[in-house]
Nanobody, 123 residues
C-alpha cells in the first residue's frame, strides 16, 4: 500500500486555476498508476484523470479535456492535477488514488486513496 495526501484545494472564481498535489509515501511510487477522482455533494464519485507509471499515457473525463492536465514527478513521489478555466460544476472534493496495475479509469482498480481536498468554484 502507498499512503497519499492531497493538497492545493480551495475557493476560486470561475475561470480561475488551481493546482492539486498528491504526495505519496510507502511503496515505490513509480510502480503505481495514479488517478484523480471527485465527488460533488449528493453525487457519486467520478473519474477525472489518470496517468500511467511513466506518465506516457493519460486519460481524461470528457468534460475536463483541454482544461485539466494530470502529471507526475516520480523523483518527488508526487502527482499533480493542474486545473484551468474552472467552472462551478467542477466544485467537488478531489481525491487522488494509486493503482498497482495498469492505468485505469475504474475506481475499483485503485487500492489506495487520499483523504480528499475540497475545491469550490464560484461564479
Amino acid at each position: 500500500q502507498v499512503q497519499l495526501v492531497e493538497s492545493g484545494g480551495g475557493l476560486v472564481q470561475a475561470g480561475g486555476s488551481l493546482r492539486l498535489s498528491c504526495a505519496a509515501s510507502g511503496r515505490t511510487f513509480s510502480s503505481y498508476a495514479m488517478g484523480w477522482f471527485r465527488q460533488a455533494p449528493g453525487k457519486e464519485r467520478e473519474f477525472v484523470a489518470s496517468i500511467s507509471w511513466t506518465g506516457g499515457i493519460k486519460y481524461y473525463k470528457d468534460s475536463v479535456k483541454g482544461r485539466f492536465t494530470i502529471s507526475r514527478d516520480n523523483a518527488k513521489n508526487t502527482a499533480y492535477l493542474q486545473m484551468n478555466s474552472l467552472k462551478p460544476e467542477d466544485t467537488a472534493v478531489y481525491y487522488c488514488a494509486a493503482n498497482p496495475g495498469l492505468i485505469s479509469t475504474d475506481p475499483r482498480h485503485f487500492g489506495s486513496w487520499g483523504q480528499g481536498t475540497p475545491v469550490t468554484v464560484f461564479s
